[in-house]
């Protein structure tokens, strides 16, 4: 699986390179600039790209700037973007387009290897990879929302899973049911929200957050 | 009194009545300026009034500009330009603010009264001696066959007068001598009570000073927060997050290669302590804990410890300054000794502090090269900034080949409390 990597720190740079090469990733191109990652981008349309927020010139969110830029040029670009804290507007921005395959994780993440990589790979298979954080911000805003307070606590587990974009397997084996468990309580949660429910994993991932986010 | 003494006094004299003399002509060439100046206002219906007026004001401003410096010579203080800066560089704003400017109106009335009082005092003084030196050469005069000559009502024929003239004139001379610094004062003084900004207009200035340096504080701050925020963000967040891949790879690795594992695990120690380094060194950009804990003697001698050239410290204070103070004064020696270090070139290094008349004092000087400046941007405008919060002033002395020396001082109260020596707490 071929990666671009957009991270301007020398060190977190080498490791997430010697990271990547572990898994079997191939790192083509490592760029330490918003407009270099932006070229890098268009120009190797890799099979995911890893990129910091903060990139030089400005040091502000240069990143995730060129991310964006990136997938007007090539849409569906899958891109996960790395962060030292989260933003509920930046990930708004990142699913604007409904295009899917995007992920917004804290760096703090990169120390759970397996969950990371598996983070990468989700997401360069056209899914979503939302960090718990950005799903805690989404749902604190719905405090008031009435469908989201009909939820039991186990459909609220099941929703937040959900949104950070893990799979129906994923999410049983996470909280120790089968997968059909995972299946029922996914339906009566589209049915509270009135949402359609749809066979596709991503579509269901990004009708939530799409809910989540209009609150 | 010393014949030297004597001499300077009428060598002083002998100056202030000339320039008091030359300088009556000059007040009367003033008088032209009042009708010149109030001509411009009704002709600004035409037009032809802005650039009239502009012109004679400036004119005006750089006649009175003039007797500011002439008269703050003779005084022994400067007297400021009490001048309003206009808003912009258009002419109708220009003449507006100079309108609305009541130093104008100052500067206006300056001119009569200066023109009758310059011609009064300039002339008495040189009055004065001229007939006192005229009383003195009276009785050779009349020797000489001058019977007609007088000095106060006693001529030749006064029984006595051949004693009492040299005595009178001898008294005379001594009032000239006692008079005329005096008397050459009296222009100067109405030029200082005309010329000088009003309580208002120096009020109005000190407003302006204070919101420039709480402009610049506010800058200052700010530049500051987002100093530390990147410094957190580039150093010791970035080094956890490395320390945290490497435990992370090392625990996916734990059973395959062992070997791999101990290399991670050195590498997550050494960012540990590099990210642990990185924020001692940001804490001590916020707040050296010696600066707390042994103020501000204290402080500067670590400084001076840690420093690569040889550093003379000499700080004598009774007490210590409010923190903030403290802190300005901190950083703003520790940026001088940084400069030293960096650009001058020196072998050694000094640093004096000193409080005195509510005023502390701090002097970094080096046997450098000199040619130090504050340049916008550097460090030394930094301190500037930094000190300007506390009304505190720099002062670069730095001729091209050195030696330089940076005078910071800020005005503050020192409380009683004595810093802890070590020996008391150990």
Aim: hydrophobic share 50%; net charge neutral; proline share 6%.
């Amino acid at each position: 699986m071929r990666v671009v990597l957009g991270e301007d720190l020398v060190l977190l740079r080498d490791g997430l390179i010697r990271l990547l090469r572990a898994y079997d990733f191939e790192v083509v191109e490592a760029v330490d600039s918003g407009p270099a990652l932006l070229e890098a981008l268009v120009r190797h349309r890799p099979d995911v790209a890893v990129v910091d927020v903060r990139l030089p010139p400005t040091f502000t969110d240069e990143g995730l700037r060129a991310a964006i830029r990136a997938r007007k040029r090539v849409p569906g670009l899958p891109v996960l973007v790395l962060s030292q804290y989260v933003e509920r507007l930046y990930a708004r921005e990142l699913l604007s387009d409904r295009g899917g395959a995007v992920g917004y994780l804290l760096k703090d993440r990169v120390s759970d290897v397996r969950q990371f990589v598996d983070a990468i790979r989700r997401v360069a298979a056209g899914g979503t990879a939302m960090d718990p954080e950005v799903v805690t911000q989404l749902l604190a805003r719905g405090g008031r929302d009435q469908s989201l307070a009909a939820l039991t606590p186990r459909e609220r587990e099941v929703l937040s899973l959900m949104a950070e974009g893990r799979s129906n397997g994923a999410i049983a084996a996470r909280l120790f049911v089968t997968e059909k468990a995972v299946g029922k309580h996914i339906a009566n949660i589209f049915a509270k929200l009135d949402l359609p429910l749809s066979e596709d994993d991503n579509r269901r991932v990004l009708a939530v957050l799409a809910y989540l986010d209009r609150l | 009194m010393t014949d030297k003494d004597l001499l300077r006094g009428a060598s002083d004299r002998a100056l202030a009545v000339v320039l008091a003399v030359a300088k009556a002509p000059l007040a009367v060439l003033g008088l032209p300026l009042v009708p010149l100046q109030l001509l411009g206002y009704p002709l600004i219906l035409v037009t032809v009034g802005v650039p009239l007026t502009l012109g004679a004001t400036a004119l005006a401003r750089g006649y009175a500009n003039l007797h500011r410096d002439l008269a703050g010579r003779v005084l022994g203080e400067q007297i400021p330009r009490p001048y309003r800066a206009p808003a912009n560089r258009g002419p109708m704003t220009r003449v507006r603010t100079i309108a609305t400017d009541p130093a104008t109106w100052r500067d206006l009335a300056f001119l009569p009264l200066n023109a009758i009082v310059s011609v009064l005092f300039g002339f008495l003084p040189a009055a004065l001696w001229a007939s006192g030196a005229l009383a003195m050469a009276t009785p050779l005069l009349w020797q000489l066959g001058a019977d007609g000559l007088a000095y106060l009502g006693i001529d030749e024929r006064t029984p006595g007068g051949y004693v009492a003239v040299p005595l009178l004139a001898t008294a005379h001379l001594a009032l000239a001598w006692w008079a005329t610094p005096r008397l050459v004062r009296v222009p100067a003084l109405l030029a200082r009570w005309l010329l000088a900004p009003s309580a208002r207009a120096a009020l109005s200035t000190r407003v302006r000073q204070l919101a420039d340096s709480r402009a610049d504080t506010v800058d200052a701050q700010a530049a500051e927060l987002r100093r530390i925020e990147r410094d957190l963000h580039d150093g010791a967040q970035a080094r956890l997050v490395a320390l945290g891949m490497s435990l992370g790879m090392a625990e996916e690795l734990l059973a395959r290669d062992p070997e791999a594992v101990r290399a991670l695990l050195a590498e997550a120690r050494e960012s540990s302590s590099l990210a642990l380094a990185e924020l001692r060194g940001l804490v001590r950009g916020i707040h050296p804990p010696v600066l707390a804990d042994r103020g501000l003697d204290g402080a500067l001698r670590a400084l001076a410890l840690a420093h690569p050239l040889p550093v003379a410290v000499d700080v004598e204070l009774a007490g210590r300054p409010q923190a903030p103070v403290e802190s300005a004064a901190y950083f703003a020696a520790a940026e001088a000794l940084t400069n030293v270090a960096k650009h001058s070139g020196a072998t050694g290094a000094w640093l004096r502090v000193r409080h005195e008349a509510g005023v502390l004092r701090l002097v970094v000087g080096d046997d450098g090269r000199g040619g130090a400046r504050a340049d916008a941007g550097g460090g030394l405008r930094g301190i500037e900034r930094r000190l300007a919060a506390f009304d505190g002033t720099l002062v670069i002395t730095s001729p091209v080949g050195g030696p330089t020396t940076v005078t910071m001082e800020l005005p503050c109260a020192l409380s009683s409390e004595k810093t802890s020596s070590c020996s008391e707490t150990a």
